[in-house]
């Protein structure tokens, strides 16, 4: 067996969030998620039994799911993937909106808030069936975040930027932003500004990317 095959499988990279017992925000990343029904609109989404928000979802039994965007900062996938809310506020360094007082991640792709009405217990992890119960419009005009991609381009970043602490480091789910040292021109095209070609120079005061700075 070759389980690196089943690395093909497409899925995207979200952020759940749910409330505890106590009221406090708490979440984490999840890859293991897909939307099964249309009418009504179901989602299969899978945590581990040992993970603090399999802990919130059994008490809860309800949550939301923001979509991620293919170049949200690598640190606030290591906030909500590489440390549990049993110890840290993930939520605090975190731009947020509520749905019905549940915290999504601002600037994603949409989100939506899901009823558990089923749950599966497997081996290591449990299955939540889930039904839609509301949604929450997001930027909608970028790529969303591959778990592939996050396998082959993220997590040496995301690794660093874990080990380096996160607190002071962009968590913004909209990526960096850029702007011109020499004259002030803020950048916000469509395009990361990681992915202009080298050539590429200020539209306001024609000076190279180099002379840009991440705000
Ligand atoms: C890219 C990525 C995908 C992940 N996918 C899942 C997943 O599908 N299910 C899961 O339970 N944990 C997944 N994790 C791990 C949890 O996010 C991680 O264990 C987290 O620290 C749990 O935090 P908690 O204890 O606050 O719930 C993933 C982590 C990363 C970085």
Known sequence: MNANILKNISHGVYVIGVIDENGRKCGCIVD???QV??????VEVCTNKKSYTTRCIRNAREFTVS???????????ANFGYQSAAAADKWENVEHDLIDGIPVVKNSLGSFKVKVFHELELSTHILWSCE?????????N??????????????EATQKAFASGLSGQSMSASGDSYTCGVCGYHYDGDTPFEEL???????????????????
Do not use: N
């Open 67 to 77: 979509i991620l965007p293919k170049h949200a900062a690598p640190a606030l996938i």
């Open 142 to 155: 970028e790529e969303p975040m591959t778990y592939r991609y996050y396998q082959t381009d993220l997590v």
């Open 32 to 34: 293991a998620l897909m």
């Open 132 to 140: 839609v119960v509301d949604t929450c419009e997001g930027t909608g």
């Open 197 to 215: 070609p080298d050539d590429w120079v200020c539209p306001q005061c024609g000076m190279s990317k180099e002379c840009f700075v991440k705000d």
């Open 37 to 42: 029904t249309v009418t009504p609109l179901g």
